[in-house]
């Protein structure tokens, strides 16, 4: 991850100089308000959300105030490791960021939402009028992948190096080009190297970037496409990877990183844990989170929620969070 510039954010009334987007670290800050301060580290996906709904709504019910940063998951916890970094909460896509910072930083995890992976695409498109009849299935779903293969389509997607998303992107294809019987080399056709400067992007900018009419279409989660109103197809439950169900299917995809770790597919759950040791402010980010109203917010932003699952050391686990 690359450190962005210097920017000033009103938080629960203060003024709050942060890195935008990579880098940096919201420490100077915290040392103002320590222990009433949820510092929150993100993944990218998850930006409106937590600034726009859950971060106020968040202050307004409790003495707690509010930060937010984000990027890719992978990324965010390379740099909590690294101390680049000092969050009080991490809140990744799927728990596997999560144990890049385990065990000196926290050794357990909260599961309880996901949203579908989704295919957003520009209505200014060329191929527009195509994508909008395979939303309106007036046309096969599997017609979307040899659009995607067709040359001069330019596709977005995040780098799977170091996002789940970019991941799950790439196993979606695969487990696609599988399930339709689409001819050999299809993966490589759309996707291209793992990760194809042509088509890749960050996390936090390429749905401005398809907004602005410079992709045909790129990978989304729902909640983003909600957010951003962005025309979009979406993809079944044992390819969307939001269906804990569906977990059998998606354990038969798999992507090998540059690094030369092979991730085989997994449902993409957004997991939540305090980072260092729990402080009032950390817990209460995340009980107000798996509490009613933040279970609201998040079903109003386009997200599956469901009982909260533990990952890790249950016994480490806040008691405060064990009764939510």
């Known amino acids: 991850m690359k450190g962005g ?17 990579c880098g940096g670290s919201g420490a100077p800050y915290v040392s103002l308000v320590k222990g009433r301060l949820a ?21 307004k019910a409790t003495q707690f105030r ?16 690294s101390k680049t970094l000092a969050p009080n909460v991490f809140e990744s896509i799927g728990y596997a960021p999560i144990q ?15 949203s579908p992976l989704v295919v957003a695409y520009s209505p200014t ?29 330019h596709l977005g997607r995040t780098n799977p190096n170091t996002d789940p998303q970019g991941q799950a992107f790439y196993m979606m294809v695969e487990l696609a080009v599988k399930h339709y019987h689409l001819p050999p080399g299809t993966v490589g056709q759309i996707l291209g190297t793992l990760d194809n400067a042509k088509e890749v992007y960050s996390e936090e900018g390429i749905l401005t970037l398809l907004q602005s009419g410079g992709l045909d279409a790129s ?20 390819m969307n990877f939001a269906s804990p169900n569906k977990s059998s299917v998606y354990r038969t995809a798999s992507v090998t990183l540059n ?19 729990p402080d009032k402010a950390s817990v209460g ?33 806040p008691g405060a969070l064990k009764q939510s």
């Open 5 to 21: 510039k210097m920017t000033a954010v009103i938080v629960g009334g203060a003024m709050v100089f942060s890195l935008a987007g």
């Open 39 to 59: 510092n929150v580290v993100y993944a990218g996906s998850l930006e409106y959300v937590n600034n726009e709904q859950v971060g106020p709504a968040f202050e």
């Open 66 to 81: 509010y930060q937010g940063q984000g990027g890719g998951s992978y990324g965010m916890a390379q740099e909590i490791k």
């Open 100 to 114: 890049v910072i385990e065990p000196k930083d926290t050794n357990w995890a909260i599961a309880f939402a996901a």
């Open 125 to 153: 498109s060329r191929y527009a009028p195509e994508l909008n009849a395979i939303r309106a299935k007036k046309r096969p779903l599997q017609d979307l992948f040899t659009l995607m293969a067709t040359p001069g389509f």
């Open 219 to 238: 990978s989304a989660f729902l909640s983003e496409a909600l957010e951003r109103h962005l025309d979009y197809i979406t993809l079944p439950s044992w």
């Open 259 to 277: 690094d030369g770790t092979t991730i085989s597919g997994q449902p993409l759950t957004v997991d939540i844990t305090t980072v260092g040791t």
């Open 285 to 317: 980010f995340i009980k107000f989170l798996l509490g009613s109203q933040g279970a609201a917010i998040m079903r109003q932003a386009g997200y599956q929620v469901f009982s909260p699952e533990v990952f890790g050391s249950r016994a480490d686990v």
